[in-house]
């Protein structure tokens, strides 16, 4: 089994920055890709960013490109996204997902584990 854990989430004023940590524990080796989604009050969980751990390609949703960096720092079983320029629309509560297929999927399907959440409220 592989545990997340987000952090980082708070309350930032348009144009604004936050950094997102997702720690991973127990099987980490079995992790191939790990992925950010979002989820809006009212709205269905979106795909925002992944990355594949080994060679660090990454694929994002066009609503965050330019603005979200996701990255990784595999001694530290660590992923982060960078989100820069918030706007009011980027609140939600975001997740962390890990999966041990190679692709970089964006559907919540495609992905086994998840975190908890980490809520981020942008005021405008």
């Known amino acids: 089994q592989v545990q997340l854990v987000e952090s980082g989430g708070g309350l930032v004023q348009a144009g604004g920055s936050l950094r997102l940590p997702c720690a991973a524990s127990?099987?980490?080796?079995?992790?191939?890709?790990m992925g950010w989604f979002r989820q809006a009050p009212g709205k269905e969980r979106e795909f925002v960013a992944a990355?594949?751990?080994?060679?660090?390609?990454?694929n994002y949703a066009d609503s965050v490109k330019g603005r979200f960096t996701i990255s990784r720092d595999n001694a530290e079983n660590t992923v982060y996204l960078q989100m820069n320029s918030l706007l009011p629309e980027d609140t939600a509560v975001y997740y962390c997902?890990?999966?041990?297929?190679?692709?970089?999927?964006?559907?919540?399907?495609?992905?086994?584990?998840w975190g908890q959440g980490t809520q981020v409220t942008v005021s405008s």
């Open positions: 997902a890990a999966t041990g297929a190679s692709r970089l999927a964006i559907t919540r399907a495609q992905y086994e584990y």
């Open positions: 127990g099987r980490t080796y079995s992790i191939y890709v």
């Open positions: 990355i594949r751990r080994s060679v660090g390609s990454t």
